[in-house]
């Protein structure tokens, strides 16, 4: 099994990769859901796909977006990505620009092979030579322990508001 993880190929994404990205990021809500017993309606599933789709044409070609895949003979079957906001400087990080960390998906037939941690171990590298000093996401009940692994801790300052649309 240790060998297999050696032979996977990881590599920054390209832009021919988006598609299958998207696919990931789709993926990744459905079974998110599916595990918290609730149905992601198809309609809103492709709509998620195709606005990832933007997101990341739109991103990655102005430099605000990264993003990486793992290749096994070939085929993609890891994918991720980090987006650089601007925050407001903290005690904790005087700079005002973070990383998202986000769409972590691996192909479920090549799991449990730590394709996720190379993945973040990559946004990481590229985070820290590039002089971002805080990295954020939002992780699913089966992403925290692969998180907290690497050194990501909860914290409990965060809170969100979605903001409902005039009907």
């Known amino acids: ?7 996977m190929h990881v590599r920054e994404a390209l832009i021919g990769d988006i598609s299958i990205m998207a696919e990931y990021h789709r993926k990744m809500f459905e079974e998110i859901w599916a ?5 992601l309606e198809n309609v809103r599933a ?16 102005c430099g605000t977006c990264k993003a990486w895949v793992i ?4 085929e993609i079957i890891s994918s991720g990505a980090i987006t ?9 990080d005087v700079s005002s620009k973070i990383a998202y960390l986000h769409s972590i998906y691996t192909k479920e037939s090549h799991r ?5 941690q190379r993945i973040v171990r990559n946004a990481i590298s590229y985070c820290r030579s590039h002089g971002v000093n805080t990295i954020i996401l939002g992780a699913s009940n089966a992403g925290k322990p692969i998180y ?8 409990p300052e ?6 409902e649309k005039n009907t």
């Open 35 to 39: 595990k918290k017993g609730e149905h």
């Open 158 to 163: 965060m809170m969100r508001l979605f903001i």
């Open 71 to 74: 290749e096994d003979k070939g």
């Open 112 to 116: 449990n092979r730590k394709c996720a």
């Open 46 to 61: 492709i709509e998620i796909e195709k606005a990832y789709t933007q997101k990341l044409e739109s991103e990655m070609n």
């Open 1 to 7: 099994m240790e060998s297999e993880i050696f032979d």
């Open 148 to 155: 907290e692994k690497i050194g990501f801790r909860s914290t």
């Open 84 to 92: 650089f906001v601007s925050f407001v400087p903290t005690p904790y």
